[in-house]
Nanobody, 121 residues
Framework: QVRLVESGGGLVQAGGSLQLSCAAS????????MAWYRQAPGKQRELVAH???????NYGDSVKGRFTISIDTVLKTGDLQMNGLKPEDTAVYYC???????????????WGQGTQVTVSS
C-alpha cells in the first residue's frame, strides 16, 4: 500500500529550527512534485512550500527566506527545513506528494498523516 510517512515535528522555542521529513513507502515507481501544507486551529489549510521533481520551488509569503524545501526523487523522500521559527508557525504540517505506484500508468496525489509543530514564545 502506497503512503506518505512524516517525521520530525515537535516543540521548539521561537527562533529555533526543525526539519520535517516525508518518505513515500510501498511500491512507488515515481515521485513527482511534493508540497508541505499546514493547518492551525480554526484556520484553513495553507500551502507552505512546493517543489517539482526537477527542483523548482514555490513558497508561501509567510515562510519565504526562513523555510527550505527539498526533494530526492531517487530515495522518494523530501524535507522541509524550518529556521527562524515563530509562534505563528504553530500548526499541523502535512506532506503532499504526487506518486505513481508500480504497475500504474497514472499518478495520484497522496497526503501524509500530519505532524505537529509547536513554537513557544
Amino acid at each position: 500500500q502506497v503512503r506518505l510517512v512524516e517525521s520530525g515535528g515537535g516543540l521548539v522555542q521561537a527562533g529555533g529550527s526543525l526539519q520535517l521529513s516525508c518518505a513515500a513507502s510501498g511500491s512507488v515507481f515515481r515521485l513527482g512534485a511534493m508540497a508541505w501544507y499546514r493547518q492551525a486551529p480554526g484556520k484553513q489549510r495553507e500551502l507552505v512550500a512546493h517543489i517539482t521533481d526537477i527542483g523548482s520551488t514555490n513558497y508561501g509569503d509567510s515562510v519565504k527566506g526562513r523555510f527550505t524545501i527539498s526533494i530526492d526523487t531517487v530515495l522518494k523522500t523530501g524535507d522541509l527545513q524550518m529556521n527562524g521559527l515563530k509562534p505563528e508557525d504553530t500548526a499541523v504540517y502535512y506532506c503532499n506528494a504526487v506518486l505513481t505506484p508500480v504497475g500504474s500508468e497514472s499518478s495520484t496525489t497522496y497526503w501524509g498523516q500530519g505532524t505537529q509543530v509547536t513554537v513557544s514564545s
